[in-house]
Every structure is written in structure tokens, then in C-alpha cells.
């Protein structure tokens, strides 16, 4: 219902044109081309440590030795880092739900509840509302940082940065002429985003797109049922693989494994009640028969993070569902933003807001641990259709199309949670902001090389453990 005083029709849309023509005063958008460190920047080592402080001590080297492979691996492992970098820089005042560590890995193909396959983001742990700009400068330095990896040239890491930003305006400027419904129905359809970049690609480059198509419909549950379970006496049990695996059974300290079970069957509880009623419904139809912890990720490794093995109507009728904890987003403390009474569910709400789809498990839950401390968790399926890119076999041509998707995608979950017209007048027609973040993912990749260099250091001197797994 419209309020008595307020704009309506073409007047309503001019003033949100105009209000994102004015953030460009606030915030140029050539200004968004540079990046130099602040001269009160934290050292990295301890940005990293702080995290490091609220995780399991006996897993924090496992998240070093990942983050030290290469300095893509770092810089999946330091979106703590880069918000303390992006918090202090003049913002757009444009918010949107940012994901909050959209890096071009955290974009991939999913399963939707209808079972079809759509691309979309894919990792919520740090979601926030936030300046537009913040996504998009990561996922920006991300393509900069794969193509060196490859060893790209200048050049070549250049298009890639201008093909995901110019993807990323352009259909900003689609979202603005949309209706609001159609804005949200919008979808990324696997099949339809093939159609159209065949046009684009070579022989070579259509086989492996749909190579990566039939292999993320593989990647269901019950391959993953296949690989991390085993037949046992007692009937299907999860699959011990120390220190990445440990069923809670094989808990060496039985306080610990018991305090841990009592935990986990309260985090199922809470879990289920914030799930719709028919979701309720079908969870009820498993009874749950194994935990286990489990590492994950780089970012997130030390979090805990169980996976629980529910059966259905016999061994061969599973649910796997994953437990993960949510802490607070590394994006919070730089916005000056909400706080949250409960991490999961922000990163439940946040991921609802974004994704055009979710998991139907999608839930999350509070518990006080059996040490007495408060943990905040979500919990979706372990795996459903999930296709997972991989940059290090990418040619120019192929990551540069990766790039148009990934900005593409980027900019429909922005629309979802924020205004697409402020925005679109924002960036405008012509590609001002395209050449800036350029400017700034080469600046940006210069720095996390610099900060990858400083973690070698500090393990080389013994300041911080490391373990290779």
C-alpha cells in the first residue's frame, strides 16, 4: 500500500536514479581503480590469529598449511583480511545482502528443489548487508589472482576483470527496466546459460561446459553416501579418514564424546523447529545413526563442523546433512551494521535473500556446548548437484566467460536484497567502473601476494604452526 506523500510512478524511479547518480559524489567511480594499504593496517598475521583464537586449536595448522599452497588458497582463507582492507575506503552507501567472500569459487552450479541445475553463489558463512562495491572488488581480484596462477599475462588478467565487471553492470542495468517480481524469479538456468555461450566458445570449450554439467548431476548425496560411509555390523556408519574425518565414537575422551553426543542430539532439535512444517514432516520420516567432525573448506577450517548420517527406510535410504558453525562475519565489525542474535540464522536468512533457490534442509540452531560456551550452527545437505570450477585449467577464452557468469550472478543476488535502479544509474553506460576495478584487483593481487609471503614467513620462523593435509 502506497503511503499518502510518497512518489509514485516515474517520479518514484527518477529519485532512486537520482540517488544512486549521487553516491557517485560520495564515492567516485574512478576512485574505486586504486588500492594502497591503510597506514594503520593490522598486521595480517594478527587478523589471522584473532580468528584463529574462537576455533579448535588442534585444527588451526590444517587451515595454515591450505592457506600457504598457493596464494589463490590464501586468499580463499582471508576474507577476514580483505574487509579490514575494504572497511576503511570511502563506500558507495548503495547496501545490498553482500554474500560477503565472493570469490570466483563460491559460484558454481546447484541443485534447485525442482531438480533443476542452476548457477549460483554458493557460500554464505560471511553474508552482511554492505556497499555493493565490497562483493564485487573480491570476486574482481579473484580473477586476477587465478589468471596469475596460470600464468596469465597482464593483459589476460586484465579481460577477465573487465568481462566480469561489464556482466556484472550490464545486467544491473537489465534488473532496472525489470518488474520487482520478475527480478526475483530471475534465474541463471544451466542449460540456458549453455545455449547462449556456445555461441561464444570454441569446440573444445562447449565439451568441457558440458563435461562440468553431467558431472555436477553425479555429485548427489548418494555419492557422497558411497564415499564416506562403509558397511559395518551395526549397518551403515560414516567412514573414519583422521584428522579430516573423526566419527564422534572414536573421540579418544570419553567426557568429550559424550558431551558432544548430548550436544549434537540438541542441535538436531533446535535444528528441526526452524523448519517449515512439511520440511519437519519429511526430516522425521530418518532416524539419525552416526556423526562425525569433519574439515572443511580453507576459510572455514578449525570451525566446527559435523556431518550426521540419517537413514530413511533402510541402509540404502540416506541423508547426510552437514552442521556447521556460524560465527560472526568478518564483514560485521566494518559496516556498522545490526548485530545478530544468532549467526546461523544470519547466514540462513542471507543465503534465502540471495540464492534464487535453496536447500530444503536449509535451517539453523543455537546450543550451549558442553564446555558451557554458546555456538550458533547451520545446517543444509552435504552435497546435491554441486559443480565445482576449476581456474587452473581455464584458458584465457574460459575463465573470461567464467567471468561473465560469475558478474552476471552477482549482480541478480544484489538486485534481489537491494535497489537495481540506484545501482544501475550508479554505474552508468559506459564502463568508467569496469576500468577501476581493474586497477584495483592488480593492486589487490599485488597485496595478497604480499601478505602470502608474510604467512610463509611467519610459519618459517616458527610464529605460527602448520600442518599439510
Same mark, same amino acid.
Given at each position: 500500500?502506497?503511503?499518502?506523500?510518497?512518489?509514485?510512478?516515474?517520479?518514484?524511479?527518477?529519485?532512486?536514479?537520482?540517488?544512486?547518480?549521487?553516491? !557517485?559524489?560520495?564515492?567516485?567511480?574512478?576512485?574505486?581503480? $586504486?588500492?594502497?594499504?591503510?597506514?594503520?593496517?593490522?598486521?595480517?598475521?594478527?587478523?589471522?590469529?584473532?580468528?584463529?583464537?574462537?576455533?579448535?586449536?588442534?585444527?588451526?595448522?590444517?587451515?595454515?598449511?591450505?592457506?600457504?599452497?598457493?596464494?589463490?588458497?590464501?586468499?580463499?582463507?582471508?576474507?577476514?583480511?580483505?574487509?579490514?582492507?575494504? /572497511?576503511?575506503?570511502?563506500?558507495?552507501?548503495?547496501?545490498?545482502?553482500?554474500?560477503?567472500?565472493?570469490?570466483?569459487?563460491?559460484?558454481?552450479?546447484?541443485?534447485?528443489?525442482?531438480?533443476?541445475?542452476?548457477?549460483?553463489?554458493?557460500?554464505?558463512?560471511?553474508?552482511?548487508?554492505?556497499?555493493?562495491? %565490497?562483493? $564485487?572488488?573480491?570476486?574482481?581480484?579473484?580473477?586476477?589472482?587465478?589468471?596469475?596462477?596460470?600464468?596469465?599475462?597482464?593483459?589476460?588478467?586484465?579481460?577477465?576483470?573487465?568481462?566480469?565487471?561489464?556482466?556484472?553492470?550490464?545486467? &544491473?542495468?537489465?534488473?532496472?527496466? &525489470? #518488474?520487482?517480481?520478475?527480478?526475483?524469479?530471475?534465474?541463471?538456468?544451466?542449460?540456458? &546459460?549453455?545455449?547462449?555461450?556456445?555461441?561464444?566458445?570454441?569446440?573444445?570449450?562447449?565439451?568441457? @561446459?558440458?563435461?562440468?554439467?553431467?558431472?555436477?548431476?553425479?555429485?548427489?548425496?548418494?555419492?557422497?553416501?558411497?564415499?564416506?560411509? !562403509?558397511?559395518?555390523?551395526?549397518?551403515?556408519?560414516?567412514?573414519?579418514?583422521?584428522? *579430516?574425518?573423526?566419527?564422534?565414537?572414536?573421540?579418544?575422551?570419553?567426557?568429550?564424546?559424550?558431551?558432544?553426543?548430548?550436544?549434537?542430539?540438541?542441535?538436531?532439535?533446535?535444528?528441526?523447529?526452524?523448519?517449515? %512444517?512439511?520440511?519437519?514432516?519429511?526430516? #522425521?520420516?530418518?532416524?539419525?545413526?552416526?556423526?562425525?567432525?569433519?574439515? $572443511?573448506?580453507?576459510?572455514?577450517?578449525?570451525?566446527?563442523?559435523?556431518?550426521?548420517?540419517?537413514?530413511?527406510?533402510?541402509?540404502?535410504?540416506?541423508? *547426510?546433512?552437514?552442521?556447521?558453525?556460524?560465527?560472526?562475519?568478518?564483514?560485521?565489525?566494518?559496516?556498522?551494521?545490526?548485530?545478530?542474535?544468532?549467526?546461523?540464522?544470519?547466514?540462513? @536468512?542471507?543465503?534465502?535473500?540471495?540464492?534464487?533457490?535453496?536447500?530444503?534442509? *536449509?535451517?539453523?540452531?543455537?546450543? $550451549? /556446548?558442553?564446555?558451557?560456551?554458546?555456538?550458533?550452527?547451520?545446517? #543444509?545437505?552435504?552435497?546435491? %548437484?554441486?559443480?565445482?570450477? !576449476?581456474?587452473?585449467?581455464?584458458?584465457?577464452?574460459?575463465?573470461?566467460?567464467?567471468?561473465?557468469?560469475?558478474?552476471?550472478?552477482?549482480?541478480?543476488?544484489?538486485?534481489?536484497?537491494?535497489?537495481?535502479?540506484?545501482?544501475?544509474?550508479?554505474?552508468?553506460?559506459?564502463?568508467?567502473?569496469?576500468?577501476?576495478?581493474?586497477?584495483?584487483?592488480?593492486?589487490?593481487?599485488?597485496?595478497?601476494?604480499?601478505?602470502?609471503?608474510?604467512?610463509?614467513?611467519?610459519?618459517?620462523?616458527?610464529?605460527?604452526?602448520?600442518?599439510?593435509?
Amino acid at each position: 500500500m502506497t503511503a499518502p506523500n510518497a512518489l509514485t510512478g516515474s517520479a518514484a524511479l527518477a529519485d532512486r536514479a537520482a540517488h544512486g547518480r549521487n553516491a !557517485r559524489t560520495r564515492a567516485p567511480r574512478s576512485g574505486h581503480g $586504486v588500492f594502497a594499504p591503510a597506514p594503520d593496517r593490522p598486521d595480517v598475521i594478527e587478523v589471522l590469529e584473532r580468528q584463529s583464537a574462537t576455533r579448535l586449536p588442534e585444527l588451526v595448522p590444517i587451515r595454515y598449511g591450505r592457506m600457504l599452497e598457493s596464494p589463490f588458497r590464501f586468499y580463499r582463507g582471508a576474507a577476514a583480511v580483505m574487509a579490514t582492507d575494504l /572497511g576503511p575506503l570511502p563506500d558507495t552507501g548503495l547496501r545490498v545482502q553482500l554474500c560477503g567472500d565472493a570469490h570466483l569459487l563460491n559460484f558454481r552450479l546447484l541443485a534447485s528443489p525442482e531438480r533443476h541445475l542452476v548457477f549460483d553463489i554458493n557460500d554464505f558463512d560471511e553474508t552482511f548487508p554492505g556497499p555493493f562495491e %565490497w562483493d $564485487v572488488k573480491r570476486l574482481a581480484a579473484s580473477f586476477v589472482i587465478a589468471a596469475r596462477a596460470n600464468g596469465f599475462a597482464a593483459r589476460e588478467q586484465d579481460d577477465a576483470v573487465r568481462t566480469c565487471v561489464r556482466a556484472y553492470r550490464e545486467r &544491473m542495468r537489465e534488473f532496472a527496466g &525489470m #518488474r520487482t517480481l520478475d527480478v526475483w524469479y530471475a534465474q541463471d538456468d544451466a542449460d540456458q &546459460m549453455r545455449a547462449l555461450l556456445a555461441y561464444a566458445m570454441d569446440k573444445k570449450g562447449r565439451r568441457r @561446459t558440458a563435461e562440468a554439467t553431467a558431472r555436477a548431476r553425479t555429485r548427489t548425496s548418494l555419492q557422497a553416501f558411497a564415499q564416506l560411509t !562403509r558397511r559395518t555390523p551395526e549397518g551403515r556408519r560414516i567412514a573414519a579418514d583422521p584428522p *579430516l574425518i573423526i566419527p564422534l565414537r572414536d573421540l579418544q575422551d570419553r567426557t568429550t564424546r559424550e558431551g558432544e553426543d548430548k550436544e549434537l542430539q540438541t542441535l538436531l532439535e533446535g535444528y528441526a523447529r526452524t523448519l517449515p %512444517w512439511d520440511r519437519r514432516h519429511l526430516l #522425521r520420516r530418518y532416524r539419525l545413526v552416526d556423526l562425525a567432525r569433519k574439515v $572443511v573448506g580453507v576459510g572455514s577450517v578449525g570451525t566446527r563442523c559435523w556431518i550426521l548420517l540419517l537413514l530413511g527406510r533402510d541402509d540404502d535410504d540416506p541423508l *547426510l546433512l552437514q552442521a556447521k558453525e556460524a560465527q560472526e562475519s568478518v564483514l560485521a565489525a566494518h559496516t556498522g551494521g545490526e548485530r545478530y542474535d544468532n549467526q546461523g540464522r544470519r547466514v540462513v @536468512t542471507g543465503q534465502r535473500l540471495i540464492q534464487t533457490t535453496s536447500d530444503i534442509f *536449509l535451517g539453523w540452531t543455537h546450543v $550451549v /556446548g558442553f564446555d558451557g560456551r554458546d555456538r550458533d550452527f547451520y545446517v #543444509r545437505q552435504l552435497r546435491d %548437484w554441486k559443480g565445482i570450477a !576449476r581456474p587452473d585449467t581455464m584458458e584465457p577464452a574460459l575463465l573470461n566467460l567464467f567471468g561473465q557468469v560469475c558478474g552476471a550472478s552477482l549482480a541478480r543476488a544484489h538486485a534481489r536484497s537491494g535497489d537495481p535502479v540506484a545501482l544501475a544509474a550508479y554505474l552508468g553506460g559506459g564502463d568508467r567502473f569496469d576500468r577501476a576495478l581493474t586497477g584495483f584487483a592488480q593492486a589487490y593481487a599485488d597485496q595478497n601476494e604480499r601478505d602470502f609471503a608474510a604467512l610463509g614467513e611467519a610459519a618459517r620462523s616458527g610464529r605460527i604452526k602448520v600442518a599439510e593435509l
